[in-house]
């Protein structure tokens, strides 16, 4: 944005010195030395004159509290005793409206920053609701505009949308922030609103001669990711004047497309495929574990979106190891040896699960005995990932994320297993197609009652007072318990879609037998990824299930299992 076009600017610093002179020494540029914790700056600033008050602040590093949010609540009043009315502040994606549409890579995103940056999600909900609690009928002229990752590429179109409307690409450059939010002071059309901006096709996409999300606005468009750029620029992630970008710096890899996105370095892949080997691929059955130690790495040199899944689950796996040990890592870099994260893997994990999706999805159409086994074992790892985004829900109804997170991969599996039941019956995953029949699942005899636990054994028994649906699904339940680890996944597969609607509607034996899959997922040794939304799913769905006073040994024997008091 140039500056001398009618415009003049005070801007409140903490390092002026950052400044680069062309600003510093603007005829047109007031340089206010201060932060919004110092009264004094924050007196002169209020007094400054100006029309507009304009923010580009952000929340730092491993900031805790709120002196960001606490700062507004000082200056806004003070710049409307001035009748400086039209207010911008800039936010993320993180701050919801109700014109947002919940889709799986926001949610995803959220989950990751409410997770692994919890000061900057709480900083950055703070300001949005303050600023949009100000009240548009008494003349306050607000506006909170979100964005997504942050670039230093060139100006050019800008979107203003909403989270989840099909056009919300990821990536816009700052200058095409600044020169929106200019337009923004002058034609007030988005007053008392919080759009979501993103910009033009970046240089990557341009330079691969792929379909950009930003020009098109469609998500998870197959992308040529396989064809090298001959010239590609690398987004720039930098923290300025003290506003750092870490909260679009984890979402970084949430744009489902190869070209839009900064991959890892080869050290870094390098170290994925060395933990998917040695850890990863043990986290689905003990029974499977050769084949996706071995045979899945090979199909994954043939298939990329295989590959990609495979290593955003081996991302996702050293994350959650890195938070659950509260530390970071050494990794070796061209630049010498540096920390690595949990927040740098979940970019990566974000970057790969994004990258592999559209490709999932096409190959899902033209099913073959060359892509069959690589279909299957990508749909359970991506069941893996989408488990892992379930646990980011919250409140009375969250013991259903897992269940919701899964449907759209329950439904890949079911059309990989229907178009190629006979190519998949006679590979390495023939042991899924032997748990996958109805006939399998409903043989079972007297004598095995006794091998159930407790808790069990009671559900067992009230499979006669149970609907038809209910029946089924509390008899495949048992068999879970007396079979392999193998039956736990494939039990939500098979149970049907007209259950999974009685769990989804909250019918209460259909919610106590989903409780007691969750014990089940809990008791998975191994399964880093499913224990935890195993005992979620029972916090959540015990204090709906209290008061039924025939439930409840059934209900006791799973606060036990899952050590909840």
């Given at each position: 944005m140039a500056l001398g076009q009618g415009h003049r600017l005070s801007l409140l610093v903490r390092t002026p010195s950052k400044l680069p002179d062309t600003i510093l020494h603007n005829e047109h540029v007031?340089?206010?030395?201060?932060?919004?914790?110092?009264?004094?700056?924050?007196?002169?600033?209020?007094?400054?004159?100006?029309d507009a008050f304009i923010s580009f602040a952000g929340p730092s590093p491993g900031s805790?509290?709120?002196?960001?949010?606490?700062?507004?609540?000082?200056?806004?009043?003070?710049?409307?005793?001035?009748?400086?009315?039209?207010?911008?502040?800039?936010?993320?994606?993180?701050?919801?409206?109700?014109?947002?549409?919940?889709?799986?890579?926001?949610?995803?995103?959220?989950?990751?920053i409410k997770t692994f940056c919890p000061g900057a999600y709480q900083e950055v909900t703070g300001i949005g609701e303050f600023v949009s609690s100000l009240s548009v009928n008494d003349g306050v002229r607000w506006t909170v505009f979100r964005v997504g990752g942050l670039t230093n590429g060139a100006?050019?179109?800008?979107k203003a949308t909403y989270p989840g409307s099909g056009e919300d690409g990821f990536w816009i450059s700052r200058g095409n922030v600044a020169r929106w939010v200019l337009e923004e002071v002058v034609q007030n059309k988005w007053v008392g609103e919080t759009p979501y901006i993103c910009g033009p096709p970046c240089t990557n996409c341009v330079a691969r001669n792929a379909v950009c999300q930003y020009s098109t606005g469609r998500l998870f468009q197959p992308s040529p990711y396989d064809a090298a750029p001959q010239e590609t620029e690398t987004h720039q992630f930098t923290m300025e004047n003290g506003v750092d970008d870490s909260e679009t710096r984890l979402n970084a890899g949430l744009l489902p497309s190869l070209a839009c996105s900064p991959s890892p370095n080869r050290m870094r892949e390098l170290e994925l495929m060395h933990q998917w080997c040695m850890k990863t691929c043990y986290s689905f059955s003990s029974d499977l574990s050769d084949v996706f130690g071995t045979y899945v790495v090979k199909q994954a040199l043939r298939h990329p979106f295989l590959m990609d899944s495979l290593l955003a689950l081996s991302s996702l796996h050293i994350a959650n190891d890195l938070t659950s040990a509260n530390t970071d890592i050494e990794i070796s870099t061209n630049d010498g040896t540096k920390p690595a994260s949990a927040e740098d893997y979940i970019i990566d994990a974000?970057?790969?699960?994004?990258?592999?999706?559209?490709?999932?999805?096409?190959?899902?159409?033209?099913?073959?005995?060359?892509?069959?086994?690589?279909?299957?074992?990508?749909?359970?790892?991506?069941?893996?990932?989408?488990?892992?985004?379930?646990?980011?829900?919250?409140?009375?109804?969250?013991?259903?994320?897992?269940?919701?997170?899964?449907?759209?991969?329950?439904?890949?599996?079911?059309?990989?297993?229907?178009?190629?039941?006979?190519?998949?019956a006679s590979g390495p995953f023939g042991l899924i197609m032997q748990c996958h029949p109805d006939d399998d699942w409903l043989l079972f005899q007297p004598g095995d009652v006794e091998l159930l636990p407790s808790g069990i054994r009671k559900l067992y028994c009230l499979r006669s007072h149970a609907s038809d649906v209910?029946?089924?699904a509390i008899v495949m339940m048992a068999k879970c318990y007396v079979k392999a680890d193998a039956m736990v996944l494939?039990?939500?597969?098979?149970?049907?879609?007209?259950?999974?609607?009685?769990?989804?509607q909250g019918q209460p034996m259909a919610l106590l037998i989903y409780m007691c899959w969750g014990v089940l997922l809990n008791r998975l040794e191994g399964i880093w990824w499913a224990r935890a939304p195993g005992r979620k799913i029972v916090m959540q769905l015990i204090p709906r299930l209290i008061g039924f006073e025939e439930w409840e040994g059934i209900v006791n024997w799973a606060k036990e299992e899952v050590g909840f008091h």
């Open positions: 007031n340089v206010i030395e201060g932060a919004l914790d110092n009264e004094v700056a924050i007196d002169q600033a209020s007094r400054c004159g100006a805790t509290g709120t002196p960001l949010t606490n700062g507004y609540k000082t200056l806004i009043p003070k710049l409307l005793r001035q009748n400086i009315s039209r207010i911008l502040v800039i936010s993320t994606p993180s701050y919801r409206c109700a014109s947002d549409i919940e889709t799986f890579k926001w949610k995803l995103g959220i989950w990751a100006e050019g179109p800008v974000l970057h790969y699960q994004n990258q592999a999706a559209p490709a999932f999805r096409a190959a899902l159409e033209d099913i073959s005995p060359t892509n069959c086994n690589a279909l299957c074992a990508c749909s359970a790892i991506m069941m893996a990932c989408a488990v892992v985004s379930s646990l980011s829900q919250s409140g009375e109804d969250s013991g259903m994320g897992t269940l919701t997170a899964l449907l759209p991969f329950i439904k890949g599996v079911h059309v990989v297993i229907d178009r190629a039941r006979e190519w998949l209910c029946t089924r494939p039990w939500l597969v098979v149970v049907g879609d007209e259950f999974v609607g009685l769990v989804q």
